[in-house]
């Protein structure tokens, strides 16, 4: 509608007839117009008043607009990254045009402009000043943006500048430098794995004895985590989610202990001893089970061990 009024009055449209000017928004409507306006409540008279089939049209196809939700949309509004000023001053004056503001309309155009800018510094100082009105925060919001646009200009002509006159000062520093004469390349041998890459570790199965290395204790594998290279771990603490990196197999090797009797193997050579094993025997056998429960496997692949502590 407001398009077709700029042209009424830019033509001269409207110095015509009325009839004349409802044909002619009629034809620039387009067909389904005529089917509008034939079910449009208009009596013949009003069909040929301009101002009464604009209003009719008006109703039809402008719905009432939700203010709550207009009003919503308005203040979330902020200048989104990348998004300059101008477009953002006009976003929240059009979003204002439907809400229905009346006489705070400004104030509350002026609020979300200064709280919306991307610039925190600048909002910040305009939240300071208590006489601030409309006109001065957009003219304020529109002197920083331009400043901010000149500033890497000006700052590389001086930056340039500077770096002559060093050269010139000291000449000596500077020989050698500049441009290579031929184009050079940077690339990998064909077998080479780049630093950075992420060593794939074994994955770890349901049951799976593994020791955590941030809490230093020992848990079991109860399944895969939704994040990747992830597990889900039972703990004396309780269940805990821990990356692969944190995690290393448990060894769970059984020594080779001999048999716990009071009786020896009869091999030709003992004969007729019955002792029992002595008691530095069964320490050695217990501090060789304990430290096998304990074993687990870096991440280089070394199995490590703790250290052995008397039991005192």
């Not at 009719?56 to 009432?64: R, Y």
Request: glycine share 4%.
């Amino acid at each position: 509608m407001k398009r077709f009024e700029r042209y009424r009055i830019a033509s001269g449209l409207d110095r015509q007839s009325e009839e004349f000017q409802v044909n002619a928004f009629m034809y620039a409507a387009g067909d389904d117009a005529e089917d509008i306006l034939s079910v449009l409540p208009l009596s013949d008279t009003d069909k040929k008043s301009y101002e009464s089939v604009i209003d009719a049209f008006e109703k039809h196809c402008v719905s009432k607009r939700n203010v709550i939700y207009e009003r919503a949309c308005f203040n979330r509004r902020s200048q989104q990254p990348g998004e300059s000023v101008e477009s953002f001053i006009t976003a929240v004056h059009t979003l204002a045009e439907h809400c229905q503001f009346r006489a705070l309309r400004e104030e509350l155009i002026r609020d979300r402009i200064v709280v919306g800018i991307l610039d925190a510094k600048l909002s910040e100082s305009l939240q300071l000043d208590a006489e601030l009105t409309l006109a001065k925060a957009m003219t304020k919001v529109r002197q920083s943006a331009a400043v901010k646009k000149q500033q890497p200009v000006l700052r590389g002509a001086e930056s340039s500048a500077g770096h002559e006159d060093f050269k010139a000062q000291f000449p000596t520093v500077f020989s050698g430098l500049g441009k290579l004469k031929e184009p050079y390349t940077i690339a990998l041998e064909p077998d080479a794995v780049p630093y950075a890459l992420v060593r794939s570790l074994p994955q770890l199965q349901p049951g799976q004895d593994v020791w955590l290395t941030r809490e230093r204790k020992q848990g079991t594998i109860i399944q895969k985590a939704v994040t990747p290279r992830s597990y889900l771990i039972h703990t004396d603490e309780g269940q805990l989610r821990r990356n692969r990196t944190h995690l290393r197999p448990v060894q769970n090797t059984q020594p080779q202990t001999t048999p716990d009797t009071d009786e020896t193997p009869d091999n030709g050579q003992n004969l007729g001893n019955t002792d029992t094993p002595t008691d530095t025997t069964r320490e050695s056998k217990s501090h060789t089970h304990t430290e096998a429960n304990n074993t687990y496997v870096t991440s280089s692949g070394r199995v490590s061990r703790p250290p052995g502590r008397l039991d005192l």
